[in-house]
Each structure stands twice: as C-alpha cells, then as structure tokens.
C-alpha cells in the first residue's frame, strides 16, 4: 500500500477488524484484494469523519462554555 496516506499501524489495525489480518500479517500486502482494500478505504474514512464529529462536538462544547 502507498507511504503517508495511513500509518503502518492503522492499516493492520484495519486489517484485523476487517476479519482479514492474518493475510498481512508476514507484511506481504499481494494477497489483500481489491473489495478488502476499499473496505479499508471506506472504514478508515467513516472513523476519520467519526473522530472530526466528535472533535467539532467537543470544541463547540468548550466554546460554548467559553461565553
């Protein structure tokens, strides 16, 4: 998989909690195919969204705690 779009780590991590982590496991990415790699693609980017939500919550909260 490309270098600088998600660290190493997250991808295993993804790689697990996809049910398919014990193909990466030796590090040889060859055997993930297309449809698990865009699983990856759609899950990294529902956390990613779930984790600006949560951010955007809690600094409205502050900010509205400010005033």
Do not use: C, P
Not at 34 to 39: A, C, D, K, N, Q
Not at 55 to 65: C, L, M, P, R, S
């Amino acid at each position: 998989m490309g270098k600088g779009v998600m660290s190493d780590k997250f991808k295993y991590e993804l790689a697990h909690d996809l049910g398919f982590g014990a193909k990466v496991e030796d590090g040889d990415w060859s055997d993930v195919t297309t449809g698990e790699v865009g699983s990856m693609v759609r899950e990294a980017i529902k956390r990613g969204e779930a984790a600006m939500a949560k951010e955007a919550q809690e600094n409205g909260a502050a900010h509205q705690n400010a005033e």
